[in-house]
């Protein structure tokens, strides 16, 4: 059997969108046992699986772009964008069923770190939820996607749960090597994990302004980094790019299904295209090896 949770009650975040600007009220229901994660917009639902990833970029301007965040098609021409920091705080606080319901066409970004979730999700309180479900079974492999020598994820059977991102741009970039690392429980996400912010570096910042985006953003909002470091703005942590990016990878690796097994996760640059081919092989060794989360 496995353990499962859902939130107390309903609670509501409000927000701008990162990439369309729009204002957006998002709500997180309660959901039995079995759920999964769902994603609801008006009269569409979808499970928030890797299955349902959305290839649709969320801004014109990234159409031959890789992915700057994770979406789920609701429809054929309906989906929900930058679903990857509420995914990731309900999957760090040990959330396994809930449906998140979004009025506009992305989830609030806030400050770009996952801590309004957080914040909300405890507001609301959490109950375990009884259920007779088989907990998922572990891979009986190590299962590496990407580029084995690389930017890759890897995925190593294990007797806990625990994820670890390493950061490396190389001798010329502002930001330097760095690793971050999440030991599975709760407390450790909402203490260590959840308050980093997402970062750009500053010539992307600027390229994508000329695009037309961030017009109702300054780099007092976010981590705009430039070559001396942040701009108007200072690093909560030392390593806060490397913890930001171990935040996206543990909400793009929910969309293979929670709880997950036991496994150590090492991603290594890894970003939301490799995640989602993480989450999608990690889902079907599970799947081969017993029994697939909701």
Request: glycine share 10%; net charge negative.
């Amino acid at each position: 059997m496995s353990t499962r949770r859902t939130l107390a009650r309903p609670v509501g975040v409000e927000g701008i969108g990162l990439f369309t600007e729009s204002d957006v009220q998002l709500v997180i229901h309660p959901a039995q046992a079995g759920t999964g994660l769902r994603v609801r917009r008006g009269p569409l639902e979808q499970a928030g699986t890797v299955d349902h990833v959305s290839a649709v970029p969320v801004h014109p301007a990234f159409a031959t772009m890789p992915p700057r965040c994770t979406g789920i098609d609701l429809a054929p021409g309906a989906c929900v964008h930058t679903i990857e920091h509420v995914f990731s705080a309900l999957a760090g606080l040990g959330v396994t069923d809930a449906i998140v319901e979004i009025n506009g066409p992305e989830a609030p970004i806030d400050d770009g770190s996952s801590t309004v979730y957080v914040n909300a999700i405890a507001n609301a309180g959490l109950c375990d939820l009884e259920s007779s479900l088989p907990g998922p079974a572990c891979p009986r492999e190590p299962i590496i996607v990407g580029d084995p020598g690389g930017v890759r994820v890897e995925m190593h059977p294990d007797d806990r749960l625990s994820m670890a991102y390493h950061l490396d741009y190389g001798p010329n970039s502002p930001i330097t090597p760095q690793s971050a690392r999440w030991d599975g429980s709760p407390e450790t996400y909402q203490r260590a994990i959840a308050p980093a912010r997402t970062y750009s570096l500053l010539d992307e910042v600027q390229a994508m302004t000329a695009l037309g985006l961030f017009g109702r953003f300054s780099a007092r909002d976010f981590l705009v980094i430039g070559s001396e470091g942040p701009i108007d703005n200072t690093f909560r942590f030392p390593d806060e790019p490397a913890r930001h990016k171990l935040l996206d990878l543990i909400g793009d690796l929910a969309l293979a299904g929670l709880p997950w097994p036991t496994v150590r996760v090492e991603a290594f640059g890894s970003g939301h295209a490799l995640n989602h081919e993480a989450a999608r092989a990690l889902r079907s060794a599970i799947a081969k090896a017993g029994t697939v989360s909701p």
